[in-house]
Protein backbone atom coordinates (compact mmCIF):
# COMPACT_ATOMS: atom_id res chain seq x y z
CA UNK A 1 0.00 0.00 0.00
CA UNK A 2 1.30 2.89 -0.75
CA UNK A 3 1.80 6.34 1.46
CA UNK A 4 -1.29 9.08 1.63
CA UNK A 5 -0.21 12.15 3.01
CA UNK A 6 -2.10 15.13 3.50
CA UNK A 7 -0.69 19.21 3.74
CA UNK A 8 -3.12 20.00 6.41
CA UNK A 9 -4.54 23.06 8.39
CA UNK A 10 -6.98 22.30 10.66
CA UNK A 11 -8.33 25.65 10.98
CA UNK A 12 -9.01 25.45 7.25
CA UNK A 13 -13.03 24.41 6.86
CA UNK A 14 -11.84 22.69 3.12
CA UNK A 15 -8.83 21.06 4.92
CA UNK A 16 -11.08 19.50 7.38
CA UNK A 17 -13.31 18.35 5.18
CA UNK A 18 -11.00 16.78 2.35
CA UNK A 19 -9.60 14.84 6.05
CA UNK A 20 -13.20 13.94 6.66
CA UNK A 21 -13.41 12.64 3.03
CA UNK A 22 -10.86 10.36 2.82
CA UNK A 23 -11.45 8.85 5.83
CA UNK A 24 -14.92 8.10 4.64
CA UNK A 25 -13.10 6.41 1.57
CA UNK A 26 -11.07 4.29 4.19
CA UNK A 27 -8.02 5.92 4.03
CA UNK A 28 -5.87 7.39 6.70
CA UNK A 29 -3.23 9.53 5.37
CA UNK A 30 -0.15 11.15 7.06
CA UNK A 31 -1.26 14.34 8.13
CA UNK A 32 1.19 17.19 7.63
CA UNK A 33 0.55 20.35 9.45
CA UNK A 34 2.87 22.25 7.26
CA UNK A 35 2.18 25.72 9.21
CA UNK A 36 3.96 23.71 12.43
CA UNK A 37 6.23 22.15 9.82
CA UNK A 38 7.17 24.53 7.54
CA UNK A 39 7.92 23.04 4.05
CA UNK A 40 11.54 23.56 2.79
CA UNK A 41 12.46 25.04 -0.82
CA UNK A 42 12.64 21.24 -1.85
CA UNK A 43 9.53 20.12 -0.95
CA UNK A 44 7.92 23.25 -2.21
CA UNK A 45 9.34 22.54 -5.56
CA UNK A 46 8.48 18.77 -5.43
CA UNK A 47 4.79 19.22 -4.72
CA UNK A 48 4.99 21.66 -8.30
CA UNK A 49 6.23 18.55 -10.03
CA UNK A 50 3.44 16.48 -8.28
CA UNK A 51 0.75 18.97 -8.78
CA UNK A 52 1.65 18.95 -12.55
CA UNK A 53 1.21 22.88 -12.80
CA UNK A 54 3.90 25.06 -14.58
CA UNK A 55 4.34 27.35 -11.40
CA UNK A 56 4.67 27.51 -7.83
CA UNK A 57 2.15 30.54 -7.61
CA UNK A 58 -0.53 27.97 -9.26
CA UNK A 59 -0.37 26.83 -5.60
CA UNK A 60 -0.11 29.75 -3.65
CA UNK A 61 -2.91 31.75 -1.68
CA UNK A 62 -2.64 34.83 -3.68
CA UNK A 63 -4.77 36.98 -1.50
CA UNK A 64 -3.28 36.68 1.62
CA UNK A 65 -1.56 39.77 3.35
CA UNK A 66 1.82 38.36 2.66
CA UNK A 67 1.75 37.52 -0.88
CA UNK A 68 0.81 41.10 -1.34
CA UNK A 69 3.16 42.76 1.00
CA UNK A 70 6.34 40.96 -0.30
CA UNK A 71 4.95 41.64 -3.70
CA UNK A 72 5.17 38.29 -5.01
CA UNK A 73 2.79 39.33 -8.20
CA UNK A 74 6.01 40.67 -9.45
CA UNK A 75 8.55 37.58 -8.75
CA UNK A 76 9.11 35.30 -11.63
CA UNK A 77 11.82 33.17 -9.96
CA UNK A 78 10.39 29.64 -9.02
CA UNK A 79 12.64 29.48 -6.16
CA UNK A 80 11.86 32.59 -4.71
CA UNK A 81 8.05 31.99 -4.77
CA UNK A 82 9.17 28.41 -2.81
CA UNK A 83 11.02 30.12 -0.21
CA UNK A 84 8.52 32.45 0.10
CA UNK A 85 6.40 29.59 0.77
CA UNK A 86 8.60 28.30 3.43
CA UNK A 87 9.29 31.68 4.99
CA UNK A 88 5.26 32.02 5.23
CA UNK A 89 3.49 28.57 5.36
CA UNK A 90 0.41 30.33 5.25
CA UNK A 91 1.22 31.31 1.54
CA UNK A 92 0.54 26.71 0.54
CA UNK A 93 -2.84 26.72 -0.68
CA UNK A 94 -4.57 23.63 1.44
CA UNK A 95 -5.10 21.24 1.61
CA UNK A 96 -2.70 19.33 -1.02
CA UNK A 97 -3.12 15.45 -1.06
CA UNK A 98 -0.12 13.52 -2.23
CA UNK A 99 -0.39 9.77 -3.14
CA UNK A 100 2.49 7.69 -5.89
CA UNK A 101 4.33 10.94 -6.61
CA UNK A 102 0.81 12.64 -7.28
CA UNK A 103 -0.95 15.44 -6.01
CA UNK A 104 -4.25 17.41 -6.06
CA UNK A 105 -5.44 20.64 -4.35
CA UNK A 106 -8.59 19.82 -2.29
CA UNK A 107 -10.87 22.68 -3.76
CA UNK A 108 -12.85 21.14 -3.77
CA UNK A 109 -12.80 18.33 -1.78
CA UNK A 110 -13.63 15.58 -4.16
CA UNK A 111 -10.92 16.54 -6.04
CA UNK A 112 -8.58 13.94 -3.83
CA UNK A 113 -10.67 11.08 -4.68
CA UNK A 114 -8.67 10.93 -8.25
CA UNK A 115 -5.63 9.94 -6.34
CA UNK A 116 -7.19 6.93 -4.52
Same mark, same amino acid.
Given at each position: ?????????????????????????????? &?????????? *? #? $???? +?????? =?????????????????????? &?????????? *? #? $???? +?????? =????????????????????
Amino acid at each position: MSQLSIYHNPRCSKSRQTLQLLSEHGQQPE &VIEYLKTPLD *I #T $DVLA +LKDKLG =VDSVRDFMRVKEAEYKELNLAK &VEDEKALAKA *I #T $DHPK +LLERPI =VVKDGRAKIGRPPENVLELL
